[in-house]
């Protein structure tokens, strides 16, 4: 038999060859100062070519986190500078996961509105999503349970709320997306008031979650998916930015190839899913859902715990709110979801669930 080839390591050089976002100065500034249109900041003019030179200058030198500190005593290179922003959002997960891990304290739930609809911006009227949360939270808080509600529709209703989009570090490598998430704030770019830092806490200290949505276009509303990218960090992410000095694609590539656990930040967590719709999509969407859960070691709560259903099912969108409060078989699922959730979060705080196969190693990581 001819012999076989060696074989060649692989190459970890980071690729390259997009075209450069960077913009001039000139450019920059026009669009720096396009957020002043009010008239109210006509009498700034020159306090505001002052703030902008500014800008200017922080984002030429790249100056993403201009405020760290020594990364200390418990990583890799205690010597390098680590933002502030990021230390504060480890210590509240650190914060979170002990209130998790606290078996004498109340169960925790999160509650998840994923519309993007509410009466405080264009659309002029509340989501039946949020109408499902608040339904919801009676069962927990009746129970009492500690309920935490996280209502996405803000990011189109709020001031200064946002939650940006995920860089896909991961598919460079696993070593460089960084737990909690490292990318933002980015100060240079402007990449600030990113809400996720808020977010994370909240998985964290949950013994159960549970997220209402509605379908939009066959998918998830556009600040569920943003949340669910940006969870990226908590299924695999590295939580030790100095072992990758920052952002450096090689690096991480190096470490990543030398065995990498792919450590499951919301291991163990329960889950319930109800998705809604008026004509296509809830099926899929339930199930994609769901699906990203389970793949990040969470567990299903149970059969009753995930709900696809229709209301209104081709009828005007005008009355969909009046085809929701009729539809009490709905609303008494909703509530069988929560009980499912509720029950399952009881029985594995007093180790009374057991769910087959949990302990088993996969031989496969993503």
Not at 8 to 18: F, I, V
Not at 125 to 152: P, Q, T, W, Y
Not at 160 to 188: D, E, V
Request: hydrophobic share 35%.
């Amino acid at each position: 038999m001819p012999d076989e080839p060696a074989a060649t390591a692989p190459d970890l050089e980071p690729r390259k060859g997009s075209p450069s976002p960077r913009l001039d100065e000139s450019e920059f500034k026009k669009r720096f100062l396009n957020q002043f249109k009010d008239r109210a900041y006509e009498a700034l003019d020159d306090e505001l070519g002052k703030v902008a030179a500014a800008a200017w200058d922080a984002y030429a030198h790249s100056r993403k986190s201009p405020i760290t500190r020594k990364a200390g005593p418990g990583f890799a290179d205690p010597d390098y500078d680590l933002a502030v922003d990021w230390l504060v959002a480890r210590e509240e997960i650190r914060a979170a996961q002990a209130r998790f891990e606290d078996k004498n304290a109340s169960s925790r739930v999160l509650l998840i509105n994923g519309s993007s609809r509410s009466e405080h911006s264009c659309p002029g009227e509340l989501s039946k999503s949020f109408r499902m949360v608040e339904i919801a939270k009676e069962v927990f808080a009746e129970a009492g349970v500690i309920v935490n509600i996280l209502d996405l529709s803000r990011i189109a209703s709020e001031y200064g709320r946002q939650i940006h989009p995920c860089k896909a570090c991961f598919s460079t490598s696993a070593a460089l997306c960084h737990w909690p998430c490292s990318c933002y704030p980015n100060y240079s770019l402007g990449q600030i008031q990113d809400w996720m830092n808020d977010i994370y806490p909240m998985w964290v200290e949950a013994h159960g979650i549970m997220i209402v949505t509605p379908v939009n276009w066959y998918q998830t509303p556009s600040p569920l998916k943003l949340m669910i990218d940006r969870l990226v960090c908590a299924d695999g992410g590295n939580p030790d930015p100095t072992s990758t000095h920052g952002k450096h694609a090689k690096e991480a590539k190096e470490l990543e190839m030398q065995g990498w656990d792919y450590p499951r930040h919301l291991s163990g967590r329960l889950f319930s899913v109800v998705v809604h719709g008026d004509t296509e999509g809830v099926e899929n969407v339930r199930r994609s859902v769901s699906n990203w859960l389970t793949s990040m070691d969470l567990i299903p709560a149970g059969p009753l715990a995930e709900v696809d259903r229709y209301i209104g099912y081709w009828e005007p969108y005008a009355t969909s709110h009046d085809a929701f409060e009729r539809d009490k078989a709905f609303q008494e699922e909703v509530r069988n979801a929560a009980r499912t959730l509720l029950e399952a979060t009881t029985s594995r705080r007093n180790g009374k669930m057991v769910t087959a196969g949990r302990r088993l190693k996969q031989p496969r990581e993503k």
